[in-house]
């Protein structure tokens, strides 16, 4: 276990990643039901779950505070008749994901006993890179001793002197 403390007295706003830290190093992770998590484009995701067995109203999906909640519950009478072997796992589950900032959840499919959530990375406005046109200035106007006079902007002067 890491001793996170010395952090937060140097840094501002790094709170919320140092608990993570903290959950992360101390949680045991469950390791069932197997799943895949794919990059399908730069801003594009999906995490792909085994979940044969569940149908859609076995299992919950839920985002809360950009974590990714993913259960699933079996009914008390799911086996019709007496198990003589039990080779599919029938067990609930829970499964946690840590998302990142500006990530959604946009899609879930089940298919053939695979359930497929789609994620998408939505950067707001304000937070995507712009570029800032830059403005010519015109000729400008000065007064000089109550006279005025034509300012020469460095493209006019270098077009008299070219003419010269």
């Not at 608990?19 to 895949?36: C, K, R």
């Not at 399908?40 to 974590?67: H, Q, S």
């Not at 993913?70 to 008390?76: L, Q, T």
């Not at 946690?96 to 789609?118: C, K, P, S, T």
């Amino acid at each position: 276990m890491f001793d996170l403390s010395p952090l937060y007295r140097t840094t501002v706003g790094f709170d919320r990643l140092a608990q993570l830290l903290a959950e992360m190093a101390g949680s045991d992770a469950p390791n069932w039901p197997p799943y895949n998590i794919e990059r399908l484009g730069e801003n594009e995701y999906r995490i792909t779950m085994a979940v044969a067995g569940f149908g859609p109203e076995d299992l919950k999906i839920e985002v809360k505070d950009n974590t990714l909640i993913i259960s699933g519950r079996r009914p008390e009478n799911f086996a019709k008749g007496e198990m003589l072997h039990q080779g599919i796992a029938a067990r609930s589950f829970e499964r946690r994901f840590q998302l990142a900032d500006y990530v959604e959840v946009v899609d879930a499919r089940l298919e053939n006993g695979l359930l497929h959530i789609m994620l998408k990375r939505e950067l707001p406005e304000s937070m995507k890179p712009r570029q800032i046109p830059i403005k010519v200035a015109s000729t400008h106007l000065k007064t000089i001793e109550g006279k005025v006079e034509k300012e020469e902007t460095p493209a006019e002067e270098s077009k008299e002197t070219k003419a010269a």
